[in-house]
């Protein structure tokens, strides 16, 4: 399933204001995702010759940068990233002036964000609905089904708001991170309401999954356990979270797997895009 004339498109701007598009240089990725409320997800995204108009307009405290790419023989360039954006350098060699921007996907919200909050007796589902009001970035909380918990005599905090969804989350045993600027919920389990990546030798998949050794970070165990990594043209909707079902001589076919992590990169003049995966079985 050769594909070839890979597109990449960058947005720089203001959040809901127009911004600095450049899809007419040659550009450069690399992108990792994880499932974990941790660390920030990240990418570093190198433009060649922007001009000193465009250089003089990124302003790296203030803007979010959006990435897409993808194959013009398919459906052209697709959201694979967005995030604010941490740092901006220029360097110079002999022909070139070369920006790379890095950028980290929520990073002010994980960061930054703070709230209090007071609740006479409600449940973490009540909970996270209310603070979600107050967040203002989409998520997928309705579509996950869990086990509720009641604090029957009330629940206040104050501080980090990533330190109190990590702890409301923890009553109920799902988890939380920040993908493409939206919260993202997701249990250790196949999710009936997403489509699956159909991921084999005719989809996509270069090479053969290689086993590996994962770890459970997103139930703070450390024990090792049996996954896979796997490798294919670039996958623009793949999340950590989401599900595969990966066909393969050594795996057999159709297997149910997790996604833990993503890696894209993509190179719009040499038009090697990619993603690896790192996926477990249910």
Sequence with gaps: ?????????????????????????????????????????????????????RRNAINEKEDI????????????????????????????????IITTIDV???YNFITKDKRAVSFASASVKQMLNSILED???????????????????GYSYAGSTKMLLDNLTSFVGINWSVQNNEIFFDKNEFLDYQVAIILNKYTGMTGSPER????????????????????????????????????????????????????????????NFQTDLEVRAL
């Design 104 to 106: 980290k996907d929520g």
């Design 135 to 153: 967040v203002n970035l989409k998520s997928n909380l309705a579509l996950i089904n869990f086990s509720d918990f009641k604090f029957n005599y």
């Design 65 to 96: 940068l959006i990435l897409e790419a993808g194959y013009a023989e398919e459906y052209g360039a697709e959201r694979i990233f967005i995030g604010d954006i941490t740092s901006v350098t220029h360097r110079y060699d002999v022909n070139n």
């Design 212 to 271: 590996i050794k994962t770890k459970k970070t997103e139930t703070n165990d450390d024990k090792n356990i049996n996954g896979w990594q796997v490798s294919s043209l670039l996958l623009p909707h793949a999340l950590p979270g989401g599900n595969v079902l990966l066909s393969s001589r050594i795996t057999g076919d159709n297997k149910r797997m997790k996604i833990i992590n993503v890696q894209h990169t993509g190179d719009n003049i040499d038009g």
């Design 1 to 53: 399933m050769p594909l070839f004339n890979g597109k990449i498109k960058v947005i720089i701007g203001k959040p809901n204001q127009d911004g600095i598009l450049v899809d007419d240089l040659y550009i450069r990725f690399s992108c990792q995702k994880n499932k974990s409320s941790v660390d920030a997800n990240s990418c570093s995204i190198d433009i060649y010759n922007l001009n000193e108009d």
